[in-house]
């Protein structure tokens, strides 16, 4: 169904502590709202007797163009009758009143926190805002929530009180019902970016400097010879899965991608690519698939790569056990720094053997840094390289770091042992491969300055540059002259 624009989201400039978020309703007459309510029992009793998927909105659609008709008679143009059918469809049907705020791309959540409170939003830019939409009975918000159940496979009852599901657009839903949730039920939306943002972005925003964006693009690609097996890790919404998405951009091309999720959140350009989710137990308790199933199973898919969306239980072995036999990975994994990420996966529920955890090679720490008023911005904190076991302990060292008083990126590799094996690998020696960083540092200063930041021009740009990396440096050289 077509979506029109009549709810247009706006933020006032009140100084309010917690800013506005003005959601512009259609207001119906009161008449209108009396006809609103006998087609949602109409739509129950349709629900009930029909599975809801096999809902056609089109279909629904004219009927209710009927029912206004009926009673509206000629009263109205057929116009107003259609443009009215489609609100009332979307008050009805979906996400109801969240409707606006789920098709608004500046919102990173949406928080229905319970009756006659007013639903909260995270704003990209102004952080926390509260919004003028309130719901006033129970209802409505179970109503949203029930039929995101059904959309979703899943139940949410007395017996089991909480929601857990994706929803078609690819953002993440958390529901819970009184009396779990005391002040009535709640919905707390992860919305879902439809562009993910880009290493270009990731750089503009600050998170991380072309120096280290550039040896990262040469250890992930890995000349072909030795492609980087990398965690990414940090805290809860530090930016790690968005990270671990960019950074796939820089891999080959010619490799053969196996995703594993628990949702799917990845998006990553390349045309060589399995993507596979996880389940849950169904309504029946039954048809639970693990992380750990699929990444058992991406074994025998001959993958490339493997990329583990979040690594935190019993997968943890079978994604290492895959690393030390010449499969590469990525994971992002939750620990505050990198010592902590190494005791997460050494110890339960990961139990991971030391010995596997040289086949790291980085592991890169990212923080979500909070400003006074609710604002924050990201960093990588540090690129940590692990260079082996020593007496039992496994060995860290430190080539990137964050000033936070300066805001800068300290490099500080002397020596790096992937780059070092690399070009023995390749038998050239390191200096080539300091020029070869040099180069792409380059290459990405140029998207930088250019605003070249959606995934498929720069995907355009890298792989012309695998192709013949003279030819876009020579083409760079123009540009900048
Ligand atoms: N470097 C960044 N700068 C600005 N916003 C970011 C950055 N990284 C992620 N985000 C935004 O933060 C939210 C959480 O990011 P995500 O990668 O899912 O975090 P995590 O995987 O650590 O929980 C997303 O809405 C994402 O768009
Ligand atoms: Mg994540």
Redesign the pocket.
């Known amino acids: 169904m077509e979506m029109n624009s009549i709810h247009n989201a706006k933020e006032d400039e009140n100084d309010n502590l917690i800013p506005r978020y003005n959601v512009l309703k259609f207001n119906f007459s009161d008449e209108e709202k009396l006809i609103l309510e006998e087609l949602r029992e109409n739509l129950i009793d349709l629900a009930i007797s029909e599975k809801m998927s096999s809902f056609n909105e089109e279909l629904i659609l004219k009927d209710i163009i009927r029912f206004l008709e009926n009673r509206l008679q000629n009263r109205f143009d057929y116009d107003y009758k259609e443009n009215l059918a489609r609100n009332m469809l979307k008050e009805l049907i979906g996400y109801g009143e969240l409707s606006a705020l789920i098709e608004d791309d500046n919102l990173?959540e949406i928080m229905v926190i319970g009756i006659n409170k007013p639903v909260f939003v995270y704003h990209?830019k102004y952080g926390m805002m509260e919004t003028d939409l309130f719901f006033e009975d129970e209802g409505k918000i179970t109503n949203i929530i029930d039929s995101i159940a059904r959309e979703t496979n899943r139940r949410i009852d007395q017996q089991s009180p909480i929601l857990d599901a994706r929803l078609s657009n690819g953002s993440r839903v958390n529901a819970t019902i009184p009396p779990l949730s005391a002040n009535g039920p709640t919905i707390t939306i992860r919305?879902f970016?439809k562009d993910p943002?880009t290493i270009v972005d990731?750089i503009r925003?600050n998170?991380l400097n072309t120096e280290m964006a550039s040896f990262l693009w040469l250890c992930v690609d890995g000349l072909g010879v030795k492609p980087a097996n990398i965690i990414v890790s940090?805290g809860?919404?530090?930016?790690?899965?968005?990270?671990l998405n960019a950074l796939s951009i820089f891999i080959n091309p010619k490799e053969r991608i196996i995703t594993i999720e628990d949702t799917l959140?990845l998006q990553i350009p390349h045309n060589h690519i399995i993507r596979m989710e996880a389940r849950t137990v169904n309504i029946e308790n039954q048809g639970e698939i693990t992380i750990e199933d699929l990444v058992k199973n991406a074994l025998r898919q001959r993958p490339d790569r493997i990329i583990v969306g979040e690594v935190r239980g019993n997968e943890a072995i079978t994604l290492f056990t895959a690393l030390n036999t010449g499969h590469s990975g990525f994971g992002?994994l939750h620990a505050n720094n990198s010592r902590e990420t190494i005791t997460r996966l050494t110890n339960a529920p990961m139990n991971v053997p030391k010995i596997m955890i040289s086949s790291i090679d980085f592991i890169i720490m990212?923080k979500r840094i909070y400003i006074s008023d609710g604002i924050s911005?990201?960093r990588i904190t540090e690129i940590a390289e692990v260079t082996g076991m020593e007496e039992g302990t496994i060995q860290l060292s430190k080539l990137f770091q964050w000033d936070s008083e300066r805001d800068e990126f300290k490099n500080l590799t002397i020596v790096s042992k992937t780059l070092e094996e690399m070009a023995n690998l390749k038998g050239v020696h390191i200096s080539k491969l300091n020029e070869e960083w040099k180069k792409r540092q380059v290459v990405l200063n140029y998207l930088v300055k250019n605003n070249i930041s959606s995934q498929k021009d720069i995907s355009k740009i890298l792989e012309t540059y695998y192709l013949n990396p003279d030819y876009v440096l020579n083409k760079i050289g123009v540009g900048l002259d």
């Open positions: 990173e990209r919305k970016k943002l990731l925003y998170t940090g809860t919404s530090s930016g790690k899965t968005t990270l959140e992002t990212e911005y990201r």
